[in-house]
């Protein structure tokens, strides 16, 4: 399954900010879905142009970054505009789901096909626990109210006649925050949540949205306001050109200064370094990386037991903007990257003040006709090196701390925070103990951060890109032996 | 044997709209036609510029014929096509 950000989102984001840059803002925006589906067009998806609209109006309310569960439909989009263009501060909780959309996927269950015989050992029957099958006109049939889905009954049909239909959000999200409701719709539960994003990737329909802050962003542009805007290392990946024509472009959208966040992955590399070095002294079994958002709201809400485990070191965002900060203390800081997580990350976090994602940025560069391969490629000040340029890549973080460090590193890499490996993480916690390595690298995405959900190439265009800036990268500086600091 | 160009467009309207997960096309689609066909990643071939037509990107371009919102299918099929014209 793509998690590419999908082609429908990216259009309404760029149209968002042509509307913004028009004459007419409030009207151009009530008129994006009808421009989307003008009178008499195909109708691609939905049963007819009028459901069409109506959720290209609700996708339409994410990017203008509010809740579209809020929404009663009487609100036309002019009003949104006007109300996301007086807003004082984006909304918290950045994730929202568009239940239009979601209902077409029906509800988790467990389903006999056609292909049942009939047979008569009927094992489906004997091995369900609930007495949940039973034979109606010479067919299994299962009586939903009794099913608990424990899928015995799909390894026990020879005719592999049964299947479990899929509801890809639930079956996606790490710690059971989202669900289908009784009327069909995915909701999220907010308390246990850690906006990692995977639903909004996995889901087909597109149903779960970010709460975009691209309009904070656009007004502060249209403002001229000092802008400061620091970039991850994932977002190499994500377009073409050099690094050097990149900055030049982010510039030309009206980005005063620009920070590569590989800068501050170099200062974490450094600090983990070294903090992995003295635990290890002191006795500890492992230590476990801390630059995924996402698995730092996790220790946070559902494995505590684990945080004592966790590098102390603090992100590449954080460290980038404190360096930003304290070479330009009167701008304002946005930070971009693939990944809705950092949004949470950005609330707890002073020195950041907005985050957009890839395909938000994207957007910029289409509505303002920005061609990245006509920038200059711009000399690049302070370069950080390889491996913090390398940090997006899943093992990219680990490894780079290996290179660093004075000491004997061992990674063990989780690529995706998912079911098997949360059990893991439980099991490391609970015994203090790691048998699969010293250095436990955690990243919430499949792939790592190019696998994020706002992403806008696949990952192996991602890494082709990374890895041709990687080879004109210098490597990090090794530690001091320890023999060698006693002499200075 | 006809030869088949093919031109993707790396222009950056196309590389976001979705070119930039065309690259298998560059790397699988010449081995699978015998060299028949020939795939380069090009710059911006200027077709998104006008008013709009940045929602039909990413572009293809399957000799002289233009393949809009353009997927490896899609471009595949018209490269078919071609090729089973003679």
Redesign the interface.
């Known amino acids: 399954m ?1 998690t ?1 950000s999908i ?1 429908l989102k ?2 309404i984001l ?1 149209r968002i900010v042509k509307a913004f840059f028009s004459e007419n803002f409030e009207k151009q925006a009530r008129l994006i879905p009808y ?2 589906r003008p009178k008499g067009a195909e109708v691609p998806f939905r049963c007819c142009i009028y459901k069409e609209r109506a959720i290209l109006k609700d996708r339409v309310i994410a990017g203008l970054g509010f809740a579209i569960e809020d929404d009663d439909e009487t609100v036309s989009l002019s009003e949104y505009a006007e109300k996301s263009l007086e807003r004082k501060e984006p909304e918290k909780n950045p994730l929202t789901v568009l239940g239009a959309a979601c209902k077409a996927c029906v509800p988790k269950r467990i389903h006999v096909t056609d292909l049942c015989q009939g047979c008569v050992a009927r094992p489906c029957v004997s091995t369900c626990k609930f007495g949940a099958i039973e034979i109606v006109n010479g067919h299994s049939v299962i009586d939903s109210t009794k099913c608990k889905a424990c899928k015995m009954c799909i390894n026990a049909c020879p005719y592999n006649a049964i299947v479990k239909v899929a509801v890809p959000c639930e079956d996606n999200c790490p710690v059971n925050a989202i669900e289908k409701n009784e009327d069909g719709t995915a909701k999220i539960d907010f308390d246990k949540c850690i906006s990692c994003g995977r639903c909004v990737s996995k889901c087909p329909f597109g149903a779960v949205h970010e709460k975009s802050q691209l309009i904070e962003v656009l007004k502060l542009l249209k403002a001229e306001k000092e802008l400061t805007l620091m970039f991850a290392p994932a977002v190499v990946g ?3 050109g050099t690094i050097g024509q990149l900055k030049s ?1 982010m510039k030309k959208v009206g980005f005063t200064h620009v920070y590569e966040v590989a800068q501050g992955a170099d200062v974490t590399i450094k600090n983990e370094a070294k903090e992995l070095e003295e635990r290890l002294e002191e006795g500890q079994d492992f230590m476990t990386t801390s630059c995924c958002a996402g698995y730092n709201q996790f220790t946070k809400k559902h494995l505590p037991e684990i945080e004592q485990y966790k590098s102390d070191t603090k992100t590449p965002m954080y460290y980038t903007a404190e360096i930003a900060k304290k070479e330009h203390p009167n701008a304002i800081n946005i930070f971009v990257s693939p990944c809705v997580a950092k949004k949470q990350e950005a609330f707890e976090n002073e020195n950041v003040d907005y985050v957009l994602n890839t ?1 938000e940025l ?2 910029l ?2 509505g303002l ?5 006509n920038c200059e490629d711009e000399e690049i000040e302070n370069e950080p090196s390889k491996q913090g340029r390398n940090f997006p890549v899943s093992g990219g973080v680990a490894e780079a701390v290996k290179f660093r460090a004075n000491c004997e590193v061992c990674p063990s890499v989780i690529n995706g925070l998912n079911k098997d490996s949360i059990r893991l993480l439980k099991k490391y916690a609970q015994n203090g103990k790691c048998d699969d390595g010293n250095l436990v690298e955690v990243m919430c995405c499949d792939g790592g951060c190019i696998g994020g959900n706002a992403t ?3 990952e ?2 991602a890494k ?1 890109l990374i890895k041709t800036i990687l080879d004109n990268s210098k490597d990090i500086e090794k530690e001091e032996t320890k023999e060698n600091a006693t002499k200075q | 044997m006809k030869k088949v160009d093919v031109k993707v467009c790396m222009g950056t309207t196309c590389f976001v709209m979705g070119s930039s997960n065309l690259q298998k096309l560059i790397d699988v689609v010449p081995r699978k036609f015998k060299d028949n066909v020939e795939v380069s990643g090009m710059a911006c071939l200027g077709m998104c510029s006008s008013s709009g037509e940045y929602s039909k990107a990413p572009y293809v371009k399957v000799n002289d014929v233009v393949v809009q919102e353009a997927t490896i299918d899609k471009v595949v099929e018209e490269i078919e096509r071609q090729l089973n014209e003679h």
């Open positions: 793509s590419n082609h990216k259009e760029v421009d989307m994500q377009f073409p472009a395909a994207g957007a560069f289409i006709q920005i061609e990245i391969a806008i190439a696949d192996r265009t082709k």
